[in-house]
């Protein structure tokens, strides 16, 4: 098997579970089958190329190393202070495996107030230093390259959370502010430590057995390396759904939020009542455009 084969699987494995949790009407009921289409379905949404086009941007392929990124630049007006959003996972504002792209709404809207949108793929690495270490890799190529603000707007959506805050604690000075859709930012709430040494391809893990994890893992938890974000003053929203089972409000947007402010930062929740994990109404929504585009 692959590398780009076991991110598949291993993504597919993600969804359906994610899939589980939203078909589950009662607890007392039983659970419903996820049929094995569903399954290949997920994973094939994670694409194996860069693609994609746009209202007003124009797609560039990059690479750093051997990992998939891009660039997409604004194609009218750039904005003066040449900001930009930057995704995570990295596949939300290109084509998926179906040749659609998850989040236009919001990057084709980024895309003609001039900001540029870029990704890098470094798996489901759940916020390793080695990920962290590739990222500021290509943060750096952009900016030498592109000119781009020293300070980048980042997005996390769900795994994407934990490598976004993953590269953001260890550079805060990097990062302005940070956007979660429903992320995941504890990794012990999400994916738990069993799979946590599991899930990262080899090369972007931590390269450390379960015992060394659960011994060190406040060194490498979000939710407990928050105090850089809070010196740099990065401002901090999540939009979540209070019923989500698959990565729980409480434990990764509400604590976070709250250990933010402790330590005099600001963060704030958009609690959407009676949702669980996914849905347009997450990434369509008009708070979270506002933070990211003010």
């Given at each position: 098997?692959?590398?780009?084969?076991?991110?598949?699987?291993?993504?597919?494995?993600?969804?359906?579970?994610?899939?589980?949790?939203?078909?589950?009407?009662?607890?007392?009921?039983?659970?419903?089958?996820?049929?094995?289409?569903?399954?290949?379905?997920?994973?094939?949404?994670?694409?194996?190329?860069?693609?994609?086009?746009?209202?007003?941007?124009?797609?560039?392929?990059?690479?750093?190393?051997?990992?998939?990124?891009?660039?997409?630049?604004?194609?009218?007006?750039?904005?003066?202070?040449?900001?930009?959003?930057?995704?995570?996972?990295?596949?939300?504002?290109?084509?998926?495996?179906?040749?659609?792209?998850?989040?236009?709404?919001?990057?084709?809207?980024?895309?003609?107030?001039?900001?540029?949108?870029?990704?890098?793929?470094?798996?489901?690495?759940?916020?390793?230093?080695?990920?962290?270490?590739?990222?500021?890799?290509?943060?750096?190529?952009?900016?030498?390259?592109?000119?781009?603000?020293?300070?980048?707007?980042?997005?996390?959506?769900?795994?994407?959370?934990?490598?976004?805050?993953?590269?953001?604690?260890?550079?805060?000075?990097?990062?302005?502010?940070?956007?979660?859709?429903?992320?995941?930012?504890?990794?012990?709430?999400?994916?738990?430590?069993?799979?946590?040494?599991?899930?990262?391809?080899?090369?972007?893990?931590?390269?450390?057995?379960?015992?060394?994890?659960?011994?060190?893992?406040?060194?490498?938890?979000?939710?407990?390396?928050?105090?850089?974000?809070?010196?740099?003053?990065?401002?901090?929203?999540?939009?979540?759904?209070?019923?989500?089972?698959?990565?729980?409000?409480?434990?990764?947007?509400?604590?976070?939020?709250?250990?933010?402010?402790?330590l005099g930062g600001s963060a704030e929740i958009v609690v959407l009542e009676g949702l669980g994990h996914g849905g347009k109404v997450l990434y369509e929504s008009e708070p979270l455009i506002k933070f990211l585009l003010e």
């Amino acid at each position: 098997m692959t590398l780009r084969d076991a991110f598949r699987l291993i993504v597919g494995l993600l969804v359906c579970c994610l899939l589980r949790v939203g078909l589950v009407a009662l607890a007392d009921e039983p659970k419903p089958a996820v049929s094995q289409a569903d399954a290949e379905r997920a994973a094939k949404m994670v694409p194996t190329r860069i693609g994609g086009t746009y209202r007003g941007g124009e797609l560039a392929e990059l690479r750093v190393g051997d990992r998939m990124a891009y660039l997409v630049r604004p194609t009218r007006k750039v904005d003066p202070q040449k900001r930009w959003l930057w995704e995570f996972p990295f596949w939300l504002g290109i084509n998926d495996g179906f040749g659609n792209v998850q989040h236009r709404n919001y990057v084709e809207r980024a895309l003609a107030a001039g900001f540029h949108v870029a990704g890098v793929d470094v798996g489901p690495s759940c916020g390793s230093p080695a990920a962290a270490k590739v990222c500021q890799e290509f943060y750096k190529s952009l900016l030498a390259d592109s000119g781009l603000n020293t300070r980048a707007r980042i997005m996390g959506q769900s795994h994407g959370g934990l490598i976004a805050y993953g590269w953001a604690f260890r550079n805060p000075t990097c990062v302005e502010r940070i956007a979660g859709i429903c992320p995941a930012t504890d990794f012990l709430s999400w994916p738990t430590l069993p799979n946590f040494v599991n899930f990262p391809m080899k090369g972007l893990d931590y390269g450390l057995t379960l015992e060394e994890l659960t011994r060190r893992a406040a060194e490498f938890n979000p939710v407990d390396n928050l105090a850089p974000l809070a010196k740099a003053e990065v401002r901090i929203l999540h939009i979540h759904g209070d019923k989500d089972e698959l990565v729980p409000m409480n434990a990764n947007s509400t604590a976070l939020a709250d250990r933010y402010r402790e330590l005099g930062g600001s963060a704030e929740i958009v609690v959407l009542e009676g949702l669980g994990h996914g849905g347009k109404v997450l990434y369509e929504s008009e708070p979270l455009i506002k933070f990211l585009l003010e």
